[in-house]
């Protein structure tokens, strides 16, 4: 079964910074790992991806500020955030796509395997 366990989520103010992890494996058929969050009543989006050549993609509302990463020998993805502002406050869930190829940031909502999410809270 294919687990896959957010951690770092918190709360800062406006302008502040945090880095999530994400501990799952990149098996012999996983092709992405990405991240994207949700809020209450809104549509999950799609955040930043990474592909297995490390390759990336990020939503355009956090270019400039998410940078995500993977450390393949512990296993770990990574979403450092920074100038956090309010309207980034969401649920961040990873995710993980295997068996195919691209790794589009606007899928990830829909890569097959997720975890349970962290709760990023930022005030103004």
């Known amino acids: 079964q294919v687990q896959l366990a957010e951690s770092g989520g918190g709360t800062v103010q406006a302008g502040g910074s945090l880095r999530l992890s994400c501990a799952g494996s990149?098996?012999?058929?996983?092709?992405?790992f990405g991240w994207f969050r949700q809020t209450p009543g809104n549509e999950r989006e799609g955040v930043a991806s990474i592909a297995l050549d490390g390759e990336t993609d990020y939503a355009d509302f956090v270019k400039g500020r998410f940078t995500i990463s993977r450390d393949r020998a512990k296993n770990i993805t990574y979403l450092e955030m920074n100038n956090l502002q309010p309207e980034d406050t969401a649920i961040y869930y990873c995710a993980r796509r295997d068996w195919w190829r691209l790794c589009p940031v606007e899928e990830a909502p829909r890569y097959l395997y997720r975890g349970q999410g962290t709760q990023v809270t930022v005030s103004s």
């Open positions: 990149w098996e012999y058929n996983t092709f992405c």
